[in-house]
């Protein structure tokens, strides 16, 4: 599938601002599931723009906005091909015991995803080591599918795993943040995927970047599951980067000087066609 994906970022000062730092992430990752065609950054006024790798293999771009400004556009444009998702073949949880030491950055806890008795608080049943690792992951997808609700309005952006764990409302990326604490307690190497999705209507958090987990299986690799959507992470899904919670991989951040109070304006457009 060919999708073309614009993501605009505007803030608004109501005095002039200068020194503008900002971290974007809104680069599409090459990767077997998904081929880069066309990418291109435009900002408003005239910027400095420097990029680099950053841990995770994630272009990152730095944008720095010298002059004093009262507006500060930052819109990035892509072109990107998404192909078929393969199954992996059933394997047991066993085959767990000899990767989870490789990856043990997906495995502890860090400050939006910390430790804690995350299955027993979400009703979830722990599996057997002779369990179906691939079946145990999309029926935990379809678990959290049923269990919370898409809602914009219920949490923030800091809102704590423990508060949505009781208000059971909220967006993709507590959906995430909740599927990761679970899998990391059962040993389950999880990271968190920020990207974009074409949902054609038919999908729940495609009007601004969207969020979805990879889990390791072995002999397979890192497979995307979304419970926000209750499917796996397919050609609707294209990916940004990875990382072990959104403030890994959150689309643009930073500081300026001056400038009280800003406002900011995010809209995302995904335009695919098969």
Known sequence: MRCEIRHTTEYHYPKPAWDSFNQVRLHPIQEVRQTLRFFHLNV????????????????????????????????AQALVDTHPVTLPLPAPMSVLRGVRSHHTEFL??????????????????????????PAFLMSLTTTLYRMFTYDPGATAVNTPLAEFAQLKRGVCQDFTHAML??????????????????????MLGAEA???????????????????????????????????????????????????????LDVAVHVYGEQ
């Open 44 to 75: 408003t006024p005239d910027a400095e723009v420097t990029s680099h790798k950053d841990y995770f293999g994630a272009i990152v771009h730095h944008v720095h906005v010298h002059e004093p400004h009262t507006h500060l556009l930052i819109e």
């Open 108 to 133: 502890v806890p860090s400050p939006r995803v910390p430790s804690g008795p995350w299955p027993e608080l979400f009703g979830v049943a722990r599996p057997g080591p002779d369990d179906d690792l």
């Open 181 to 202: 604490g679970i899998t990391r307690q059962l040993g389950i190497p999880a990271r968190y995927v920020s990207g974009y999705l074409y949902s054609g209507g038919e």
């Open 209 to 263: 970047t969207h969020a979805w987990v990879e889990c390791l299986i072995p002999g397979y690799g890192w497979l995307g599951y979304d419970p926000t959507n209750n499917c796996l992470a397919g050609e609707k899904h294209i990916k940004i980067g990875h990382g072990r919670e959104y403030s890994d991989v959150s689309p643009v951040r930073g500081t300026y000087y001056g400038g009280g109070q800003g406002k």
